[in-house]
């Protein structure tokens, strides 16, 4: 199991400096992948893409792209590019009677100030994308199997919850009836002392046969044991299981709220508010699982 929350770096040489790949992930219902590089490895971004996409299932992924040049990274001024620049200007300030020194800061926002690292062979560029991806997907996917573990472990704790809460269902099911039976004897005997009437068993126990027919769990419990079953497979895998996971605890959820509506007494109803938690923390993990 994975965590679909990671981080990775990675970086391999790349003509005059490296190349470096950052990649971070976290929870989202399916993949998506955004993709920020810098103008001379623009190029690179649908290779990356693709590598993403291959290797990852969920999850919001940002990749940034960078080059870092030789020498502390600093970047090389094209000199013809300022003095064309410069010209144009100089031309605007003569004809607006601004002062050239006002203008100058506008060439902040020039794109071809600086001249683009020269990379060799288009293949060099792919080499070296694919060196620093594997460096920085290897990191990563450690950081999601290592979260995923710790997530693991906390999941079959809450799974052994709620199976506990299964047997207490299963538990208070086979006595329903008759303890209904006992407790609408007593409510109605209850009424009827010091009345005269008789205490009709015959009437009273069909009427609570047919309260104990509406109010059978038999079904949801059956489902609620497959469920946690199917859990208990997935959380043991390998393979990514949070879709999957979702949908059970979806489903879990309806049985138990068909349940919470048919109890007809108290510890039903506890028991039933004690399986919500445990199932309420369940999903809030599984919500990162990928």
């Known amino acids: 199991m994975r965590s679909m929350t990671g981080f990775g770096i990675g970086s391999a040489p790349l003509g005059g400096g490296r190349l470096v790949i950052e990649i971070k992930t976290v929870n989202h219902r399916f993949l998506e992948v955004r993709c920020r590089a ?14 993403i996409r291959a ?6 992924c940002t990749v ?21 620049h410069l010209a144009e200007l100089g031309v605007v300030a003569a004809q607006t009677g601004v002062p050239l020194t006002s203008l100058v800061p506008v060439l902040a926002t020039a794109p071809d100030l600086y001249e683009l690292p020269v990379f060799g062979e288009p293949e060099a560029l792919v080499l070296a994308v694919e060196s620093a991806f594997a460096e920085a997907i290897s990191k990563l996917v450690s950081m999601r199997e290592t979260e995923g573990k710790a997530m693991s472990t906390d999941l079959t704790a809450r799974l052994e919850e709620i199976r506990t809460s299964v047997q207490q269902l299963q538990k208070l099911a086979g006595d329903y009836a008759a303890t209904i039976l006992a407790r609408t004897r007593l409510r109605v005997a209850a009424l009827l002392e010091g009345s005269g009437v008789a205490l009709e068993t015959g009437r009273i126990e069909s009427e609570v046969a047919l309260l104990a027919d509406k109010a059978d769990i038999s079904e949801e419990i059956t489902r609620l044991s497959s469920h946690c079953d199917q859990m208990s497979h997935l959380l043991s895998g390998s393979e990514p299981v949070g879709r999957r996971l979702d949908f059970l605890i979806q489903e879990m959820g309806r049985e138990a709220n068909t349940i919470g509506a048919k109890a007809a007494f108290a510890e039903l109803t506890h028991v039933v508010v004690e399986f919500k938690a ?13």
Do not use: Y
């Open 38 to 51: 810098t103008r001379e490895l623009a190029a690179a971004e649908p290779l990356v893409e693709r590598l």
């Open 278 to 290: 445990a199932l309420e923390k369940m999903r809030e993990l599984v919500q990162n699982v990928e």
């Open 64 to 84: 940034g792209l960078m080059f870092e040049a030789s020498g502390g990274g600093v970047a090389k001024l094209d000199g013809r590019a300022l003095a064309a």
């Open 55 to 60: 290797a990852l299932n969920r999850g919001h």
